[in-house]
């Protein structure tokens, strides 16, 4: 009686991460989409195939659904491509769950920020392109040399420290002297004294005070 010999094991490594094939043929209409953001930019096909490490072909493929493509792939598509990850998910037809920003007060005419009792402000949707803990204030300018932002929210990151970033942009301001923040941008300083030019007066307004307890930029300006 011979023996059967016993086939060997082979080992195969764990099938790559891939989107759901019902989202490759949403990828494929919005085609379209993508060869106009390649034309925005100017970039070629070869220059997306450089990007992914592949070749013209396979970015083609890739376009039409033919083949399946990574997450990794998705990241580095929107780099390429300039937005977030997030859009170009939904895009292919993925439900993203979206993330919400609380509503901490609003801006009035005057610059003046006048705050809401905690939970009462509502929430808005984050901007896709945040990567921060953010909180959001409302516009309220229909008064003010900005009437175009009224009903605009800004958002920005909260704390109680003086970013860099905040010196010559529009930032949320906390001045020693002054019990409600202020929106405007923080152009002069020294030792002894801070100057802020009050953002949505009809007509400049130059706040000065001798302490700068908090300067936070607004990183983004959102429109609902």
């Known amino acids: 009686m011979t023996k059967t010999p016993r086939k060997k094991k082979t080992e195969t490594a764990p099938p790559a991460a891939v989107l759901p094939e019902s989202t490759e043929a949403r990828f494929a209409l ?3 989409w993508v060869e106009d ?20 072909n396979m970015v083609w493929r890739i376009m039409s659904g033919a083949r399946r493509v990574t997450p990794q792939e998705i990241c580095t598509l929107a780099g390429v491509l300039r937005v977030p990850v ?13 993330v919400s920003v609380p509503v ?4 009035n005419a005057a610059g003046r920020v006048s705050t809401f009792p905690a939970g009462q402000g509502g929430e808005v949707p984050s901007p896709d392109d945040s990567r921060n ?35 010559g942009r529009l930032s949320v ?39 700068l307890v ?11």
């Open 104 to 107: 901490i007060g609003e801006v």
């Open 173 to 211: 301001l906390e001045l020693g002297t002054h019990t409600a923040p202020i929106v405007g941008v923080l152009d002069k300083t020294s030792v002894t004294r801070v100057s802020v030019a009050v953002w949505g007066l009809k007509g400049a307004e130059r706040v000065e005070d001798y302490t």
């Open 37 to 56: 953001r390649q034309r925005t930019l100017g970039l070629s096909v070869a220059a997306l195939a450089e990007a992914l490490g592949t070749y013209p």
């Open 133 to 167: 803990e953010l909180v959001a204030l409302r516009v309220r300018s229909a008064e003010s040399a900005y009437p175009l932002f009224d009903g605009y929210h800004f958002f920005y990151e909260p704390g109680q420290r003086v970013e860099p970033g905040a010196f």
């Open 214 to 224: 908090s300067a936070k930029p607004v990183l983004w300006m959102r429109a609902f």
């Open 30 to 32: 919005n085609r379209q």
């Open 86 to 98: 997030t859009v170009l998910m939904r895009r292919w037809g993925f439900d993203v769950p979206s």
